[in-house]
Nanobody, 130 residues
Framework: QVQLVESGGGSVQAGGSLKLSCAVS????????MGWVRQAPGQEREGVAI???????VYANSVKGRFTISKDSVKNTLTLQMNSLKPEDAAMYYC????????????????????????WGQGTQVTVSS
């Protein structure tokens, strides 16, 4: 059974940093297509960072140069280092995995629906004050 548990959210001032972690069980992070997705109140889910099995990363334009997604194969975790945070980054952040074959995979940066990932964490809240 796949389990994704996020941690590391909190409240910071604009310009600050946070590091989110996702503890993964039931699968091996190095073998899985994963990403970080955020959702602000009243808005749709947005994929902000994706990492492929080979380590290739893709970022939403809104976070490019500020956020870094990575996998730790030893700890079996997915992380998101967030620097230079802006008030518009405030949201619930979710760890997500897409275990489907490549041709059926839909987890990506941009607007997402719940079915665009096969597994979701419970989320961790990020608040950014101006």
């Amino acid at each position: 059974q796949v389990q994704l548990v996020e941690s590391g959210g909190g409240s910071v001032q604009a310009g600050g940093s946070l590091k989110l972690s996702c503890a993964v069980s039931g699968i091996t992070v190095s073998d899985v297509f994963m990403g970080w997705v955020r959702q602000a109140p009243g808005q749709e889910r947005e994929g902000v960072a994706i990492i492929d099995v080979d380590g290739t990363t893709v970022y939403a334009n809104s976070v490019k140069g500020r956020f870094t997604i990575s996998k730790d194969s030893v700890k079996n975790t997915l992380t998101l280092q967030m620097n230079s945070l802006k008030p518009e980054d405030a949201a619930m952040y979710y760890c997500a995995a897409d275990l489907r074959p490549y041709v059926r995979r839909t987890l990506r940066v941009g607007t997402l629906r719940e079915y665009d990932a096969t597994d979701w964490g419970q989320g961790t809240q990020v608040t950014v004050s101006s």
